[in-house]
């Protein structure tokens, strides 16, 4: 079974600051991982994703995350927060193999304080 | 040109009756996908459709039925709607399983 953790519901930093979103994973295989971005009252749209190639990958806008095996994490970093950066966040996880079963965190909410 | 487009946008309805959401895909992807998302913002797979056939089938009551007449389209019917059921729909697409998703920008239901 495979599950994926937000470890903050919510998380805010001053425009200028980096910014950190954290996510852990759980996964019997090797897992694809994603994160997006969701502005108020829009979809969602795809940051970045990981498939098993560099372990650090880059991602639009300027944000990047790291693929952590040892510590099942796959954290959300921007060296500098954009007032245009506030919106929801979620992880996602996919295992391989077969018709991958895609489990989505439950969000981390990002304000970014003028 | 919108990849991937939902309709209605919103959709307000009293409890009892029936209605459809339409989706449809321009990029040639095999599987859509059918998403809810609650006041928490909580995402949950409802289906999951690759080139027309099932593949996903949460525990979504019977009356929610996806239907795709071709990989490029997946609707989603919805029988005697209830107060429960006033969510965000989203309609998402993937290349195969497992890869990124492309995501709708939403339906709103509202059931009054």
């Known amino acids: 079974a495979q599950s994926v953790t937000q470890l903050d519901s919510h998380v805010s930093v001053s425009e200028g600051t980096p910014v950190l979103l954290r996510c852990n994973y759980s996964s019997s295989y090797s897992p694809s991982l994603f994160w997006y971005v969701q502005h108020p009252n829009k979809g969602l749209q795809l940051l970045l994703k990981y498939t098993s190639a560099a372990t650090l990958v880059k991602g639009i806008n300027g944000f990047e995350a790291e693929f952590k095996k040892s510590e099942t994490s796959f954290h959300l970093t921007k060296p500098s927060a954009h007032m245009s950066d506030a919106a929801e966040y979620f992880c996602?996880?996919?295992?391989?193999?077969?018709?991958?079963?895609?489990?989505f965190g439950t969000g981390t909410k990002l304000q970014v304080i003028p | 040109d919108t990849a991937v487009s939902q309709t209605p946008k919103y959709l307000v309805t009293q409890m009892g009756n029936d209605k459809s959401i339409k989706c449809e895909q321009n990029?040639?992807?095999?599987?859509m996908y059918w998403y809810k998302q609650d006041s928490k913002k909580f995402l949950k797979i409802m289906f999951s459709y690759n080139n027309k056939e099932l593949i996903i089938n949460e525990t979504v009551p019977n009356r929610f039925s996806p239907k795709s007449p071709d990989k490029a389209h997946l609707n989603l019917h919805i029988n005697s709607l209830e107060l429960g059921d006033s969510a965000v729909y989203f309609c998402a697409s993937s290349l195969r399983p497992g890869y990124g998703y492309t995501f709708g920008s939403g339906t709103r239901l509202t059931v009054v």
């Open positions: 990029l040639g992807h095999d599987t």
């Open positions: 996602v996880v996919s295992e391989a193999g077969g018709y991958q079963k895609v489990t």
